[in-house]
């Protein structure tokens, strides 16, 4: 064999391999494409069908997200409304100790056979008529007891205002629980009732202040 | 001259069987993304008529509420938060608010 045809006998053997290379790489790019669409095609329908699955069971999921994270509403909200209710409470709490301080004549700043006085004349003037009994605590009677006449002094206003003092003390902070002579009015005017009054004409503004709105 | 002929042959079979092997792997291809949509559809349409009857949305419904309890988290931490805040009130203000009791409550 000449070395020509020899030649010519590998070249076209390594042309025809090339050749055959080529068309399998295509085909196999072919494939891989083929199979890459269908792969996008299934991930498609796949999101499609979740699509339509959540449209289906959405109320099921949406009730329960809102029953989760509505009882975490509730919990937090009751959280928040406890701490409010506990500052809130602090305050009027300390402010009953400051009350009992001033009522036991151990708060120097303020004079309470004044603070009892203006009690006692507030509960009358509001009332209205000419007898009235009054009840206090022990210490507060046994004060009452000893100024009645300087009280009365200060009540010229009212015309012949008869006070009688219960000898029965009530269980109270201080202040006066004031009755007319038959018994058909009474007027509260504890601490206590003043306190408690207070707190619900007052506690938004409380609240403003401690800022805990 | 023979010899080259023969080899030409055999080489244009070579081709002929390649361009046959590479018709049967694309057709190999298009029978299994074929084969892969029609599954998918399948199962899709599976998934939906059992999410219809309320059935296997087992899932979906463990992954809402994971969700929803991870929100759920979030919010009572913004609540303690807002709380812890509340229980630090200032002893300016709490004086502020206590002067303020007192002077509702004891007559003027």
Known sequence: MK???????????????????????????RARRILQVAE???????AESDEQILNIVGSELRAIRDRIVGKAEIEGRKMLMLARER???????????????IAEWRDERVNYGEVL?????????????DEFI???NERDLSYLKKQIGEIKDRMKEFDNVSILLDEKPIEAIGGVIVRNRDGTKTYHN????????????IEAEVARILGVI | ???????????????????????????????????????????????????????????LTRGEEEKAKEEAAKILDGYRVKAEAIKKVSS?????????????????
């Open chain 1, 3 to 29: 070395a020509a045809s020899i030649d010519l006998e590998a070249r076209l053997i390594e042309r025809t391999v090339d050749q055959r290379n080529e068309v399998i790489a295509r085909a196999e790019e």
């Open chain 1, 134 to 136: 009054v009840s206090a």
């Open chain 1, 40 to 46: 996008a095609e299934c991930e498609r329908i796949r």
């Open chain 2, 1 to 59: 001259m023979e010899r080259v002929l023969d080899i030409g042959e055999r080489l244009q079979k070579l081709l002929e069987d390649a361009e046959r092997e590479a018709e049967r792997n694309v057709a190999e291809a298009q029978k299994r993304a074929d084969e892969m949509i029609s599954r998918a559809k399948e199962e899709a349409e599976t998934r939906r008529h059992r999410a219809q009857r309320g059935d296997g949305i087992e899932d």
């Open chain 1, 190 to 201: 504890t601490l206590e009732g003043r306190l408690l009054k207070a707190r619900s004409r």
């Open chain 1, 87 to 101: 500052a809130l409470s602090d305050v009027f709490e300390e402010a009953e100790k400051s009350l009992k301080e």
């Open chain 2, 92 to 108: 300016a203000r709490l004086e502020e608010a206590l002067k303020l009791v007192l002077r509702e409550v004891l007559p003027r």
């Open chain 1, 117 to 129: 006085t203006k009690m006692l004349v507030e509960a009358i003037s509001a009332m209205g008529g």
